[in-house]
């Protein structure tokens, strides 16, 4: 059992930057990729990046490569999402994602407001 909890969220200026954590629940046990969805109000849930359990190979949506930056310290068993110049259209609920398996866990999401 995987539990997963995000952190980070919160109102910030077009421009603006932030960081974004995800520590999941197991300290002693295996590695699994991880990554970021976020949805936005009236969207459907979409990618934004994933990384592997040895912090390689990195993906990433189009729409936010280059002021995204997905890493992860698996010794403290948690992923990070480091926003840039953020923009309105990244207003969203930011989900954290670890797939173990077959199976996909999900945290509660954290919010991400940017206004002008």
């Known amino acids: 059992q995987v539990q997963l909890v995000e952190s980070g969220g919160g109102l910030v200026q077009v421009g603006g930057s932030l960081r974004l954590s995800c520590t999941g629940s197991?300290?002693?046990?295996?590695?699994?990729?991880m990554g970021w969805f976020r949805q936005a109000p009236g969207k459907e849930r979409e990618f934004v990046a994933t990384i592997s359990w040895s912090g390689g190979p990195t993906y990433y949506a189009d729409s936010v490569r280059g002021r995204f930056t997905i890493s992860r310290e698996n010794a403290k068993n948690t992923v990070y999402l480091q926003i840039d110049n953020l923009k309105p259209e990244d207003t969203a609920v930011y989900y954290c994602n670890a797939r173990v398996g077959a199976m996909d866990y999900w945290g509660k999401g954290t919010l991400v407001t940017v206004s002008s």
């Open positions: 197991e300290h002693t046990g295996s590695s699994y990729p």
